[in-house]
């Protein structure tokens, strides 16, 4: 079992920059890709970032590149989601998920309980 806790959310202007935090707890950090997700009121949840085990390997929707980061740090269990040049339309729940490396299908294997991310105009 992995336990996963999402921090950093808040409020920001139009423009501004947020760090979210995932901290993972449980089993062995270092054996799961990592990514992030988001949800906006009324809208399906999509993927945001990804990062492999090893971090060697990131991956962005088109909606964020250039102004995301995902990177991880396996000593601290810990995977994060620079995010820069927000813009309104980035407010949304955000989730911080695992898979373990190993893990067949599509479906991620842990949740977080999520993060309100809120952009103002």
């Known amino acids: 079992q992995v336990q996963l806790v999402e921090s950093g959310g808040g409020l920001v202007q139009a423009g501004g920059s947020l760090r979210l935090s995932c901290a993972a707890s449980?089993?062995?950090?270092?054996?799961?890709?990592m990514k992030w997700f988001r949800q906006a009121p009324g809208k399906e949840r999509e993927f945001v970032a990804a990062?492999?085990?090893?971090?060697?390997?990131?991956y962005y929707a088109n909606s964020v590149k250039a102004r995301f980061t995902i990177s991880r740090d396996n000593a601290k269990n810990t995977v994060y989601l620079q995010m820069n040049s927000l813009k309104p339309e980035d407010t949304a729940e955000y989730y911080c998920?695992?898979?373990?490396?190993?893990?067949?299908?599509?479906?991620?294997?842990?949740w977080g309980q999520g993060t309100q991310v809120t952009v103002s105009s």
């Open positions: 449980g089993r062995t950090f270092s054996i799961y890709d």
């Open positions: 998920a695992a898979k373990h490396v190993f893990s067949r299908g599509t479906d991620m294997d842990y």
């Open positions: 990062i492999s085990a090893t971090g060697d390997s990131t």
